[in-house]
């Protein structure tokens, strides 16, 4: 199985979808680690709580970017950590924490990439009239929110959306999609190749439906 590290900065549900896949005995990853930048994020306990690992690095008691990279990839290494997955990790991240992980660090982002980069995507997407938003899991790039896209799923605009009920109807979308991109990428089905990710053939890069 490959050893999974989780970065957070906040509520954590995403980590908590990827903690409840690892437990089934089929699935290619393990959960080793979960880290935060911020000590108080909610996520922290309840990681400690399903029995995993965690650590926080207040970026705020650094003088630097690249000081407080240096101690979250010291701790990953320390973790024998195979590929970072970022959960609502919420700090820019320098290219040479990015190279160090380069194919092994994937992110989720809650829009169909490369539309909403960013952030405030769900008020951004209502004021731009989309009927169809969604999330993306990709592979982590030093340019934020860009990289070879593992998986998709698309998700309807409703007559009478606030962002916050868009946002609630991703974020369910969110909690399959990830799993499944990290199973795909942790078994080898998807391999990242130059700036484009391979799957096998058939319709394996849908997520079920919801
Ligand atoms: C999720 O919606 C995730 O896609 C988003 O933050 C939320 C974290 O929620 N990430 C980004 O916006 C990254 N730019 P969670 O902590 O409950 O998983």
């Known amino acids: 199985k490959k050893r999974v590290g989780i970065l957070i900065s906040g509520r954590g549900s995403n980590m908590m979808s990827l903690i409840a896949a690892a ?8 959960i080793v680690c979960v880290l935060s930048n911020r000590p108080e994020a909610e996520g922290l306990s ?6 995993i690992r965690t650590g926080a690095f207040d970026h705020k008691s650094y003088g630097s970017r690249e000081g407080f990279e240096a101690d979250l990839d010291k701790a990953l290494r320390a973790a024998e950590v195979d590929i970072v997955a970022c959960a609502g990790f919420m700090r820019k991240m320098t290219a040479g924490f990015v190279e160090g992980w380069r194919d092994r660090m994937i992110n989720i982002h809650p829009s169909l990439l490369p539309s909403f980069r960013g952030l405030d995507t769900h008020a951004r997407a209502l004021e731009a009239g989309v009927k169809l938003t969604g999330c993306t899991v990709h592979v982590v790039r030093a340019e934020l929110d860009a990289g070879p896209i593992i ?5 309807p605009v409703l007559e009478g959306d606030t962002s916050e009920r868009l946002a609630a109807r991703v974020l369910e979308a969110e909690h399959t999609l990830y799993p499944h991109a990290l199973s795909l990428l942790a078994s080898g089905r998807a ?20």
């Open 23 to 30: 437990r089934e005995l089929d699935y290619p990853a393990e």
């Open 46 to 51: 309840k990681a400690a709580a399903a029995g």
């Open 151 to 155: 998986a998709q799923a698309a998700v």
């Open 191 to 210: 391999v990242v190749a130059g700036e484009i990710v391979q799957l096998p053939q058939g319709p394996i890069n849908q997520a079920k439906p919801l």
